[in-house]
């Protein structure tokens, strides 16, 4: 893992609060990155279970645990 994604971790576990689902373009713009990678780096977090996600593809969120 390299630096930049280690800031943004830091940056979206920031941002999120407990008990509120957020979806994965609420993201890009705070981070300043394409769709695809926000929710590469929440598929990331969810996998290391320090946020849970909730839904298949379209519609899919995520909460902080």
Not at 12 to 33: H, N, R
Not at 36 to 43: A, F, P
Not at 49 to 54: C, F, G
């Amino acid at each position: 893992m390299n630096k930049r994604t280690l800031e943004q971790y830091e940056v979206i576990l920031s941002v999120m609060k407990p008990d509120t689902w957020y979806q994965a373009k609420e993201f890009c713009d705070i981070l300043g990155v394409k769709d695809s990678r926000t929710r590469e780096l929440l598929r990331e977090l969810a996998a290391t279970r320090r946020i849970e996600d909730d839904g298949a593809t379209k519609g899919k969120r995520y909460r902080l645990l």
